[in-house]
C-alpha cells in the first residue's frame, strides 16, 4: 500500500516536472501581465475561467489544457478557534444580529443578494478568521466606534483544507521550478487577497471560480477553503460550505463589542448557546470565564 501511495506520488512530481519545463518564467509572468490587464466584465464563467486557465497551463500531449499548480493542504487541530463578525446597531443586549443561534450560522441563500470571494449570489458560504477575533472586524468592514457580534466556534475534529496561493518550498523542485509555481501561487495569492470595494463584487468572480475549478477537493478529504486575509496578510481565513461547516464547528458563544481601535476592542457582553438563543452575561461573570477566560487576562 505504502509502495503504490510512493509510486502514485513519483509520477505526479514527475508529470508536474515535465508541464513545468514546457514554461518559461518570463512566459508565466507575461501570462499574469495579460490577464491583469484584460477587460474581464463582459465575459461568461465558463469564458473567464479558461482565461484563468490560461494563464497557468500547458497544453498536454492530447491537446488540452492542463493547469500545473501544487496543492498544499493544511490541518487544524481540534479546539481551533475560527470567528466571525456581524455588525450590531449599538450596545443594545440582546444584540439584534447576536440573538438567535441562527444568527450565528450562514446566511440563508436567498439572502445573500450579492457575489463574495469564494460564493455567488443565492449560495450561502460561512466565512471566518482563524484564531484571530480582530481580523473578522477588519473583514466585515466595522468602523473604529461601531459595534458588532462576534460568533466563536471551536474545531469539533481535525479540520483539513488546501491553501489558496501558498508558497512552494519544497525540495523536491529546483530553484527554477520553484520560482515557476510561486509565480502562480503569488497570482492566485493576489487573486483572494485584494480589496474589493462595494460596488464592484464583480471582481469576486475570478477567486469564486478558481476556488471552486481547482481547490474544490472531495468532502471526506476537504473541510473548507483557506487562503491569506485582505486585512492581514499574515493571517488566514477559512470558508466553509454551511454542512461542512455543522459537521466540523462547535459553537462557543458570542461576544458583544464596541471596536476601539485597528487591533483593539471592548467587550462588552458574552452570549451563552442555550437551545435557540444566546443567553447574555456581563464581562467578570463566572459564564464569561467559562466561555471566554482569554478576555481580561
Known amino acids: ?9 513519483q509520477q505526479m512530481l514527475a508529470k508536474q516536472k515535465a508541464m513545468l519545463a514546457e514554461v518559461t518564467p518570463s512566459e508565466l509572468m507575461q501570462r499574469v501581465r495579460d490577464f491583469r490587464r484584460s477587460e474581464h466584465r463582459t465575459l461568461n464563467d465558463e469564458q473567464l475561467t479558461q482565461e484563468i486557465l490560461k494563464v497557468m497551463s500547458v497544453n498536454s500531449s492530447d491537446g488540452s489544457q492542463r493547469a500545473f499548480l501544487k496543492i498544499h493542504v493544511t490541518e487544524f487541530p481540534t479546539g481551533t478557534l475560527f470567528f466571525r463578525a456581524r ?3 449599538d450596545s443594545s443586549i440582546p ?3 447576536g440573538t438567535t443561534i441562527r444568527d450565528s450560522e450562514a446566511p440563508d441563500g436567498s439572502l445573500v443578494r ?4 469564494l460564493h455567488k449570489i443565492g449560495e450561502s458560504v460561512l466565512y471566518t478568521a482563524i ?6 472586524l477588519s473583514e466585515c ?26 508558497t512552494e518550498h519544497g525540495s523536491e523542485f529546483t530553484d527554477e521550478e520553484k520560482l515557476k509555481l510561486n509565480i502562480i501561487n503569488d497570482f492566485l495569492h493576489d487573486e483572494f487577497a485584494r480589496e474589493v470595494e462595494v460596488g464592484l463584487e464583480h471582481l469576486y468572480r475570478s477567486s469564486e471560480i478558481i476556488a471552486k475549478w481547482w481547490f474544490d477537493g472531495p468532502p471526506e478529504l476537504q473541510d473548507c477553503w483557506v487562503y491569506s486575509s485582505t486585512k492581514n496578510r499574515q493571517s ?12 466540523c464547528l462547535d459553537l462557543v458563544g458570542s461576544i458583544l463589542v464596541r471596536r476601539i481601535g485597528e487591533n483593539q476592542m471592548q467587550c462588552l457582553s458574552v452570549g451563552k448557546p442555550n437551545k435557540k438563543k444566546f443567553q447574555y452575561f456581563p464581562i467578570g461573570s463566572p459564564e464569561q470565564k467559562v466561555l471566554f477566560p ?3 487576562a
Open 141 to 166: 468592514r466595522i468602523p473604529v466606534g461601531s459595534h458588532a457580534v462576534i460568533f466563536a466556534y471551536k474545531a469539533r475534529r481535525s479540520i483539513k483544507a488546501p491553501i489558496i496561493g501558498a
Open 131 to 136: 484564531h484571530d477575533p480582530h481580523i473578522t
Open 95 to 97: 444584540p439584534q444580529t
Open 114 to 117: 450579492r457575489p463574495g470571494r
Open 1 to 9: 500500500m505504502n509502495v503504490s501511495m510512493d509510486l502514485n506520488a
Open 294 to 296: 482569554q478576555i481580561g
Open 87 to 89: 455588525r450590531a446597531e
Open 236 to 247: 488566514l481565513n477559512a470558508a466553509f460550505r454551511p454542512m461542512k461547516a455543522h459537521e
